[in-house]
């Protein structure tokens, strides 16, 4: 079983930054791909981007370009870097294993 423990979400305001960690509970050489995820209040859950054992990353269209993602093996942490930050990305950010294990998410308000 993998745990997973996100962090660094708040409050900002537009045009802002924030950076998520996610940290698991196992090394990530042994995990084939990370996800993030968010849900806005009332929505449903979306695919925000991954990073793949290979390297490879993909993001939504409505991020690219303003989100990254990327990981530290030695730490065991998947980051999610948000920039230029609109109120349309107010939601909950949880990140997934590639075998399924859900952390408890983050929440972030953008908002004046």
């Known amino acids: 079983q993998v745990q997973l423990v996100e962090s660094g979400g708040g409050l900002v305001q537009p045009g802002g930054s924030l950076r998520l960690s996610c940290a698991a509970s196992t090394s990530l050489d042994s995990i084939r791909g990370m996800y993030w995820y968010r849900q806005a209040p009332g929505k449903e859950r979306e695919l925000v981007g991954s990073?793949?054992?290979?390297?490879?990353?993909n993001y939504v269209d409505s991020v690219k370009g303003r989100f990254t993602i990327s990981r530290d093996n030695a730490k065991n942490t998947v980051f999610l870097q948000m920039n230029t930050l609109k109120p349309e990305d107010t939601a909950v950010y949880y990140c997934k294993t590639f075998g399924g294990y859900w952390g408890k998410g983050v929440s972030v308000t953008v908002s004046s």
């Open positions: 990073i793949m054992s290979s390297g490879r990353i």
